[in-house]
């Protein structure tokens, strides 16, 4: 089973910046479908960015122009870089991966052959 290990959160205010890595604990990431999920204290996990495994991006019109999911093949590693950080964005952010997409036809799901990661926070302030 593929453990997934988030970093790069923080607290930060509103307008900055912060870019989230996700790391297997073993497997290539190129063939995988993957993600990131949010999910603030009293709101549903929803779906906020995936890649496929052809390198097609998506995202939830709540960051889409300001987030920017990709893959760092030679790390080993995926990024989201988050720009124009909003209060609103404030939650536990999850990676996420797949054997394939993560989102299709405008659902977002991960499959039971899925996995996810422990989750690293996300604070903004005003």
């Known amino acids: 089973v593929v453990e997934l290990r988030e970093s790069g959160g923080g607290s930060v205010q509103a307008g900055g910046s912060l870019r989230l890595s996700c790391v297997p604990s073993?497997?290539?990431?190129?063939?995988?479908?993957m993600g990131w999920f949010r999910q603030a204290p009293g709101k549903e996990r929803e779906g906020i960015a995936a890649?496929?495994?052809?390198?097609?991006?998506s995202y939830a019109d709540s960051v889409k122009g300001r987030f920017t999911i990709s893959k760092d093949h030679d790390k080993n590693m995926l990024l989201l870089q988050m720009n124009n950080l909003e209060v609103e964005d404030s939650a536990m952010y999850y990676c996420?991966?797949?054997?394939?997409?993560?989102?299709?036809?405008?659902?977002?799901?991960?499959?039971?052959?899925?996995?996810w990661g422990q989750g690293t926070q996300v604070t903004v302030s005003s």
């Open positions: 890649i496929d495994p052809d390198g097609t991006t």
């Open positions: 996420v991966a797949d054997r394939d997409s993560v989102h299709v036809a405008g659902m977002w799901y991960v499959s039971s052959a899925g996995a």
């Open positions: 073993s497997g290539r990431i190129g063939p995988w479908g």
